[in-house]
């Protein structure tokens, strides 16, 4: 099975791909609609929540985070998936991300757009989120940069425009492509606009490789460091269940895992309603699938050897919190999440199951929810049981309005995604071109190196 | 004389490698293969980059600048705000903690980085570029096209090496 | 801002506190309870919400845990089989220790909760934007938070009580945290009087609400770093000094056998290195005497 038909002529790729930009059908309607109620359900409890105080949220003392903050990682984590698909593997030259990292990317951005709108939720002071930011003012009032949340904030934003920017230069070539073959209108001046002129001469092509290799150097560390902000969050507190030293690659591990389980969703759906499997073929669902495996295992281990240090160590607080976790309140979420993370990936571990669309597209679905748990269960039980015994014993379960807004985010991450993908490509035209273009040279090579052997020409 | 521009469409890398090897070697009036000829592809190419010669990229320098001065802004930027008149003093710490700093001085490091070589990127390409007076969708398709611009008078040579090569299609701008 | 002043002030900028600081000076602000005098009355509560503009949350909010007592009586027994086991149990007024390292200001993303000069961790309420990252972070769980607009909600200082309200604490809207503040407003009026009087201010200047209050005198309050202040000697009498992580007593019970020392004093949580504001003795026990 190949990842490509190295046959496919270029003129063919510009066309299936194009496409997909053609005037929907009356499906993705519907689901846009259905999108946006869910954003309705969101803004109408913020909007409650904003008016009356967070206590509609169901927070006490001293259980003061809750869904928002889980969200939150859940979204930013989700996140990784196009910086591990764009720049990790390119720097690996696995060119099979090719016909995929374009909505991997999208996928990035948007997530690091719902995340943002978490961090503004969950404030009990929204309308003055600006304090957050350095800006000069005559008081001489600064934010303080000793705080982990305060990292979050210049982590997140130095991280989502980054990838807006990678994700745009990256597209300026097939931006061109919509250019050159769109009818007169406005999404002919769109792409005009927004392809800068761009022509693929010589010096175009030169600058932009460079450019994309330094970015993609560059977004790398800057994934990592902003999910292992994020776990600082957590790590950098005193807290017993969340100061522990393996957290930053614990998250980033649960991030990338995260990512690779929604990439693997987002193909299913996107190679059926574009009719995309010329590109985003079973080889490559293959790939990824054993890519999340693999990065499953890592997630597991970490969190096994979590568990484990907690129990070499002698801090009573600590293993107290393990065992809540275990046997508490939350336990059932607790052992969810374990099953989904842990057990569940097995499945990809066959090979009858690695190209079963819909057995992969339910475990992928199952990997997010152990992933969100995941999230959930860090913040809530070290609140249930943390070192103050006058602190224990109490039920604190969200609200209606909280599950509200959670609910509400994956509209608008579909919101976003949807429209994305009708107003831009979301197969990489010209990348899809340069694989089938290197390969069928790497195989013309392979036939002639094979012919002169045959004939008993030896090349060595 | 007047500059004349003509656009030639091929179907292949090694036929417009040839073509460019050919109007290098030849010498015609009023064109020079250096400055005159623009090489116009779908997908990147080192291998047209092989036989047009290195050319120096420098959007690296842009990156290690950006990044050098992202890195230090930040860190005198954060320290001198914590240094301020009043310098609260948090939880024990240090006023001019290093950890923190060190962190935050990370993310603008690759901050700068990132912003500055997107800038070097559209000032090295020369992006946003003014539209070639000729111009064919083929070649975001998937022809590789040369342009050049030449005095009229050689504009037959030129039509003539195209030919030879066997291009599929030859643009002439129309006349003054 | 200036890079200049950072640049002068640099070795004073670097230093750890309180380990390789210097003592507060002239004021540290510092308490002692005394938990065997101390009779759970919650008189100290009562006229901590008084003074402080504290609102009674009612009934349901409070079982659901969003009370806003900032000093709280927290009772504590064994579960040894009795009738009636909170019979014998002990009382813990619980309010903010004001850590010298404290763990809740490293962590607030604007910066609202500060140390002060002379010793208090500062909530600044304008500056607050409710992230509380401070909460999740304090080991004792003594910040609290307006989940609700309390100002405009009814019932929170029914008829008549309204008209204690104190006019020198402000009010706390929807969205900002607090926790007890040592009655800064008290101290400032006192520090306010002493300084057009040309002194310093004298041990008993300046009472806290809940010292006021408490029927038993289990509450000291003053000057840690004044020798002549009742709260200094108290600690100095017990052994303990507020930038060490154990305390006298627990190495002199660990060396004896049978029946413990004579002190008495304790911090809770030291081992966690906040270094705590507010001294506990230890209350008798049945068994020691």
């Given at each position: 099975m190949k990842d490509i038909r190295e046959d496919i002529a270029w003129a063919q790729i510009n066309t299936d791909v194009l496409k997909?930009?053609?005037?929907?059908?009356?499906l993705y309607w519907v689901i846009l609609l259905i999108a946006i109620a869910m954003v309705g359900v969101a803004v109408g409890c913020e909007i409650y929540q904003y008016n009356v105080g967070l206590g509609v949220a169901n927070f006490s003392n001293p259980h003061v985070w809750g869904l928002y903050i889980a969200t939150f990682i859940f979204w930013i984590g989700m996140s990784h998936s196009g910086t591990l698909l764009s720049a990790i593997l390119h720097l690996m030259h696995a060119d099979w991300r090719k016909p995929i990292y374009r909505f991997a990317e999208a996928m990035t951005t948007f997530s690091l757009m719902t995340a943002g709108l978490f961090v503004a939720v969950h404030?009990?002071?929204?309308?003055?989120?600006?304090?957050a930011l350095p800006y000069p003012n005559w008081r001489q009032v600064w934010p303080n940069f000793q705080s982990p949340l305060l990292w979050d904030a210049m982590a997140i934003f130095t991280y989502l425009s980054s990838s807006i920017l990678f994700l745009y230069v990256g597209m300026i070539p097939d931006l061109a492509i919509c250019r050159d073959n769109m009818n007169p209108g406005w999404r002919k001046k769109l792409y005009t606009a927004l392809s800068?002129?761009?022509?693929?001469t010589d010096r175009q092509w030169r600058n932009f490789r460079v450019t994309y290799l330094t970015i993609a150097c560059f977004l790398i560390p800057l994934a990592v460091s902003v999910h292992s902000i994020v776990a600082s969050d957590f790590a950098m507190s005193q807290q017993p269940g969340w100061h522990i030293t393996s957290f930053p690659p614990y998250f980033v591990a649960g991030a990338l895992y995260s990512g690779c389980a929604a990439i693997i969703t987002l193909f299913i759906i996107l190679r059926y309603v574009f009719k995309f499997e010329e590109y985003m073929t079973l080889s490559i669902l293959k790939k990824i699938v054993r890519l999340t495996f693999a990065i499953a295992m890592v997630w597991t281990y970490l969190n096994l050897i979590e568990y484990a240090s907690v129990w070499y160590g002698h801090d009573q607080a600590s293993k107290d919190v393990l065992i809540q976790k275990a046997i508490g309140p939350y336990a059932p979420f607790w052992w969810a999440m374990n099953f989904c993370g842990s057990i569940v990936p097995f499945i990809l571990f066959f090979k009858r199951y690695q190209t079963h669309i819909p057995v992969l597209f339910s475990v992928s679905i199952l990997l997010n929810l152990g992933m969100w748990l995941e999230r959930w269960m860090i913040v809530a039980p070290t609140f249930s049981?943390?070192?103050?015994?006058?602190?224990?014993?109490h039920d604190q379960w969200p609200s209606l309005v909280q599950w509200g807004i959670v609910f509400g985010s994956f509209g608008w991450f579909t919101l976003l995604f949807m429209v994305f993908c009708k107003v831009f490509p979301s197969v990489s035209m010209y990348e899809v071109k340069e694989m089938v273009y290197h390969r069928s040279q790497a195989t013309k090579k392979l036939e002639a190196t094979g012919k002169m052997a045959a004939a008993g020409k030896g090349a060595h | 004389m007047s500059k004349r521009h003509l656009l030639a469409l091929f179907n292949n890398f090694d036929e417009a490698e040839a073509v460019v090897r050919e109007l290098r070697s030849v010498r015609i009036s009023g064109f020079d293969a250096d400055k005159d000829m623009i090489v116009k592809s779908p997908i990147e190419h080192p291998e047209v980059e092989e036989f047009l010669g290195d050319k120096p990229v420098r959007v690296q320098w842009y990156t290690l600048g950006g990044a050098l001065s992202g890195g230090l802004l930040a860190f005198f930027l954060i320290s001198g705000s914590q240094a301020n008149f009043f310098a609260q003093m948090k939880g024990g710490k240090p006023i001019v903690p290093f950890p923190p700093n060190f962190v935050l001085t990370y993310e603008m490091f690759i901050l700068g980085g990132v912003y500055i070589s997107v800038l070097g990127f559209l000032i090295c390409a020369g992006l946003p570029a003014r539209r070639s007076p000729l111009y064919s969708a083929k070649v975001s398709e998937d022809q590789i096209g040369i342009l050049v611009q030449s005095d009229e008078a050689s504009s037959g040579i030129l039509k003539a090496i195209f030919t030879k090569h066997r291009a599929l299609e030859i643009q002439e701008e129309a006349g003054k | 801002m200036s890079v200049s002043n950072l640049l002068e002030n640099w070795s004073e900028f670097r230093h750890f506190h309180p380990v390789d600081d210097v003592p507060h000076n002239p004021y540290k602000w510092a308490m002692s309870i005394d938990l065997d005098a101390c009779s759970g009355c919650n008189a100290c509560s009562v006229a901590c919400y008084a003074e402080n503009n504290l609102p009674v949350v009612g009934r349901e909010k409070y079982l659901h845990g969003q009370a806003m007592h900032w000093m709280r009586i927290e009772r504590y027994w064994d579960e040894d089989g009795r009738d009636f086991p909170d019979q014998g149990a002990q009382f813990l007024p619980m309010m903010c220790q004001q850590c010298e390292a404290a763990p809740c200001e490293t962590v607030c993303p604007v910066g609202a909760t500060n140390h002060t000069p002379d010793g208090i961790n500062s909530q600044i309420y304008n500056r607050c934007i409710g992230s509380r990252y401070c909460s999740a972070n304090c080991?004792?769980?003594v910040r609290y938070f307006n989940w609700y607009d309390y100002p405009t909600t009814d019932n929170v200082w029914p008829a008549e009580m309204n008209?204690?309200?104190?006019?020198d604490v402000t009010v706390r809207g929807k969205g900002v945290m607090e926790k007890c503040t040592f009655c800064i407003q008290r101290v400032t009026v006192a520090k306010n009087n002493a300084k057009s009087e040309g002194r310093l201010v004298h041990d008993g200047d300046v009472q806290t609400a809940c010292q006021q209050a408490c029927p038993t005198s289990a509450i000291t309050f003053g000057n840690l770093v004044d020798p002549a202040s009742r709260v200094h000697k108290q600690w100095q009498a017990q052994q303990v000094e507020l930038d060490k992580d154990a305390q006298a007593k627990d190495k002199a019970n660990d060396k004896e056998e049978g029946g413990g020392s004579d002190l008495r004093g304790y911090r809770i949580f030291e081992e966690l290195r906040p270094y705590p504001s507010v001294m506990y003795l230890e209350r008798v026990r049945e068994s020691a005497v």
């Open positions: 997909s930009l053609e005037n929907p059908r009356k404030l009990g002071r929204v309308w003055q989120v600006y304090y800068l002129g761009w022509e693929g049981h943390g070192y103050y015994p006058w602190t224990w014993d | - | 080991p004792y769980k008209q204690q309200l104190n006019p």
